[in-house]
């Protein structure tokens, strides 16, 4: 076991002295957030500095009326179609819709002109428009009054508890759930990924530059296994960590900024102006709710049982990688082998979405967070939820003995496959690897 | 007493057999030459010895126990092809694969602060193997092989990659290896080499073990008793057909079969003949006898 030490330490070492792994794990939570403010900053600057495109109008119903927004003004006219058409082109009109007689209960025909494909945000803000107005003047013709109609509209949310056995009630908020099972199960994924390929990659290294004879005069080949798995997994589990802190410290820095600026119902405010047309009564409401939703949720729970899937998923999918690395010669010949590993995720990665965070409490759900090459990712999804006991102790166990028979199974295929050379491997040498003794 | 006993040693791998019925004897304290043409079964053999592979019939016996991952730390190799960790520096990497040997952390720091003063490679310490260049990068790995002082050192093609120098450095740390007691097997195509270091020698072809035994007994197995004699002839000489003869000025030199003759009766025929300058046994080179042992046995 020494051995193995041995072998977790250089692993350990030989990657988290390298300055790319400071570079790595300083820049990447930086990444995300600059590459989106990039973006928001040009979208900023386009609105501001975009002129007033505006859109020329032919009604021949003199029946609507389309407001001018932001970036879009509507002017209307009695142009022919003909001219319209002209104006667009000789560019001094952005757009021109032409409205020609509809039918109320039929409306069709309605024509957008323009020298750019319009984006669909705002073909459904005209379309919306004429909606609204079709319809009021519908009704109208039926003798009801739009305003009565809007009197009567009701703003209803259900706040939904869950009960457990003994009795104690919990505020849950599915978005909030949601939300967790997407980033955890995403981080998982992307883990399994990042570092099962550091595995593959190391393997051939060892494997081409020959290292590997002396090494395994040594030691065991599953012991060498076993500890380059071990080793760069702490290697991933060091960089979150210094990724949780790094948030959690911004994090406070931001909201101490911030929260010392502006009392929190005007932050809230300026998060989401849409809220503000709500009444004011409802926001306090809403805000302690989602406190509440927060609290309810048992975050110990949630990691924890993040930390198994994450190491848990990381050893069954990390054995594979190195046998992989251990059966080819360069790591453009492991592309023929990663298939097993990368339709398995994938189905995870796309069930997760699909099935498990829309229900997860679905048959599907239950089989993809069972079954251990997919339940690593999907089970997360089921956990922000909460799972049943039995389901969680079911998907534990199957996920032990699951990357207990890959690690046995990728041994072999490692033992054999690291001390050859040149030689053309398939799918049926590595079958009668596993086979030989 | 042996260090090594090797008995019915066979492996198959599945195209191929690699080593059939090996019996093998490498005593304490000698220079074993392991000889061979690629692809004979050295490398299996060694990789066996080494516990990398296991055999499939037969037993080795290390100190007269059987072999066992107990006796890892007693064994050195330097295998064929040569590899260190490209992005490791010298220190750390001597220090991991001493301790991977099972040495302590304070007996690996001495041990390869005595060999960096030995080889006088200090300034090397914090150096990656990358910038090192391949000579340079032997000498690592030739301390590697040895920095846990096994009773068995395993030597594949130990002089390839060095230049003349560095070779000569090489033998005599090997020569001075064995001064201490230790048991060194010699695996390589170099001849000259084998000749000058070893007292053992195992030939292996097409899995089978065809020679064995000590160097000086086996070159005297293949000798042909034949002499080399350096005549100055009186007068006319009549050379029978079956002898070699080369004319250099008024020396003539002459391959002699010896016959039923003894040597004493041969040179009193030659001194019959003229004044002798020179008589001496031919003995094959090793060389020569690997080359006539291959041929004879690709004929077969």
């Not at chain 2, 260090?3 to 490498?26: C, G, P, R």
């Not at chain 2, 391949?134 to 093609?157: R, S």
């Not at chain 2, 034949?226 to 079956?242: H, Q, S």
Request: charged share 20%; hydrophobic share 45%.
């Amino acid at each position: 076991m020494n051995k193995v030490f041995l072998v977790i330490q250089r692993e350990y070492l030989a990657r988290v002295k390298k300055k790319s792994f400071l570079f790595a794990t300083i820049l990447t939570p930086l990444i995300f957030p600059t590459v989106m403010g990039i973006f928001l900053w040009i979208a900023v600057g386009e609105e501001k500095g975009a002129s007033l495109r505006i859109i020329e109008v032919v009604d021949e119903n003199n029946l609507f009326f389309l407001e001018s927004r932001d970036q879009y003004a509507f002017s209307f006219s009695k142009v022919d179609i003909e001219e319209g058409k002209r104006q667009v082109q000789s560019g001094e009109r952005f757009g021109f819709l032409y409205i020609p007689k509809i039918q109320l209960d039929n409306p069709s025909g309605i024509t957008y002109f323009g020298e750019t494909n319009p984006s669909m945000t705002f073909i459904a803000d005209m379309e919306s428009s004429l909606k609204r107005r079709i319809e009021e003047q519908r009704m109208m013709e039926s003798g009801i009054d739009p305003k009565v109609l809007d009197a009567y509209r009701t703003r209803v949310s259900i706040q939904s508890i869950t009960l457990d056995n003994s009795g104690n009630e919990k505020i849950t908020d599915a978005t909030i759930n949601y939300g967790i099972g997407f980033f955890t199960g995403i981080l998982i994924y992307i883990f399994i990924f990042v570092y099962g390929n550091q595995i593959m990659q190391g393997v051939i290294e060892e494997k081409s530059s020959r290292i590997i004879e002396i090494l395994v005069s040594s030691i065991k080949p599953f012991q060498l296994m076993l500890g380059k798995i071990i080793g760069i997994g702490a290697v991933g589990l060091t960089q979150f960590l210094i990724w949780l802190m790094l948030i959690a410290g911004v994090s406070s820095i931001v909201i101490g900024y911030f929260g010392m600026q502006m009392p929190q119902q005007t932050a809230m405010e300026l998060a989401s102006p849409a809220m503000t047309e709500m009444s004011n009564m409802n926001i306090s409401n809403d805000y302690s709710e989602i406190l509440q939703v927060i609290g309810g949720i048992d975050f110990v729970k949630i990691a924890l049982t993040f930390i198994f899937y994450f190491i848990g998923g990381y050893l069954l999918y990390g054995s594979f990688f190195a046998a992989i690395g251990a059966a080819v010669d360069t790591p453009s010949d492991a592309q023929q082998f990663m298939l097993p590993v990368t339709i398995p995720l994938l189905i995870a990665y796309l069930g997760l979405f699909v099935f498990v965070l829309d229900d997860p409490n679905s048959n599907v759900s239950f089989w993809l967070s069972v079954v251990p090459f997919t339940s690593p990712i999907a089970m997360m999804g089921r956990a922000s939820y909460g799972v049943p006991f039995f389901d969680l102790a079911l998907s534990m166990s199957l996920l032990i003995v699951g990357f207990l028979f890959t690690t046995w199974m990728a041994g072999k295929i490692y033992k054999i496959g690291i001390l050859m050379h040149g030689s053309k491997v398939n799918y049926k040498t590595l079958w009668k690897w596993i086979k030989m003794n | 007493m042996n260090i090594l006993e090797i008995s019915h040693l066979s492996k198959a791998f599945e195209n191929h057999v690699a080593l059939k019925d090996i019996n093998l004897s490498i005593p304490k304290g000698s220079i074993f030459g392991l000889l061979g043409p690629n692809g004979a079964g050295k490398t299996t053999l060694i990789r066996i010895i080494n516990q990398i592979i296991d055999a499939n019939e037969g037993e080795i016996f290390f100190r007269n126990e059987k072999l066992h991952p107990k006796h890892i730390p007693f064994i050195g190799y330097l295998p064929e092809e040569r590899g260190l960790y490209k992005k490791m520096k010298v220190w750390d990497q001597l220090i991991f694969f001493a301790r991977l040997k099972g040495m302590s952390l304070d007996e690996a720091k001495s041990k390869v602060n005595f060999w960096l003063d030995k080889l006088a490679i200090q300034t090397w310490k914090e150096k990656k193997i990358e910038d090192l260049s391949k000579g340079m990068a032997q000498k690592i790995q030739f301390i590697a092989t040895v920095i846990h002082e096994p009773e068995l050192l395993i030597l594949d093609e130990p002089f390839s990659g060095f230049d003349p120098v560095n070779a000569e450095l090489i033998k005599n740390e090997i020569l001075e290896l064995r001064e201490k007691g230790i048991t060194i097997v010699l695996s390589t195509h170099r001849m000259e080499s084998i000749e000058l270091l070893c007292d053992q020698i195992a030939m292996i072809h097409r899995s089978e073990l065809i020679l064995s035994g000590g160097l000086l007994e086996v070159k005297r197995k293949f000798r042909n008793k034949i002499y080399k004699v350096i005549l100055e002839p009186r007068g006319e000489l009549d050379v029978p057909k079956e002898w070699k003869s080369i004319t250099i000025g008024n020396q003539i030199i002459l391959e002699v079969p010896l016959q039923q003759k003894s040597p004493n009766m041969l040179l009193n025929e030659m001194i019959a003949l003229g004044e002798v300058q020179g008589f001496s046994e031919i003995i094959p080179t090793m060389e020569e006898i690997f080359i006539q042992q291959i041929k004879s046995h690709s004929y077969e």
